[in-house]
């Protein structure tokens, strides 16, 4: 019995994970693929597995890169002045709220 890391590592533990849903294995899905394998699609990237929504993950990458440049800025203030550097960061910090709720 293994860990599942070793598998992982691999590459081997998620390698037939297209072979039991169904799904392309070239990573071309569409509409009807996600609804005949039990998938629901929501539009602009949004999908849901069994009743759990998964994020967008090109609006959580832009929004985390946002963030970052907003806390670059915050953390390049704080030599200079710590009031706009503690309202820089705080407002990378709501937007990292955001950037989970994606």
């Known amino acids: ?4 890391i070793t598998e ?5 533990y998620f390698s037939d994970r297209n072979k039991l ?6 990573g071309n899905i569409t509409k009807d693929d996600l609804t005949l394998t039990g998938f ?8 849901e597995i069994d009743g759990k929504k998964i ?8 929004i985390s890169f946002a963030k970052s440049s907003i806390r670059i800025i915050g953390y390049s203030f704080i030599p200079f002045n710590l009031e ?3 309202a820089v960061l705080i407002f990378s910090e709501i ?4 950037e989970e709720l994606v």
């Open 95 to 98: 937007i990292g709220i955001i």
């Open 84 to 86: 706009i550097a503690c």
């Open 8 to 12: 992982a590592r691999r590459g081997t």
């Open 1 to 4: 019995m293994s860990d599942g």
């Open 55 to 62: 994020p967008n993950p090109k609006a959580h990458q832009r």
């Open 40 to 47: 629901r699609y929501h539009g602009k990237g949004s999908i």
């Open 21 to 26: 849903t169904g799904l392309p294995a070239d």
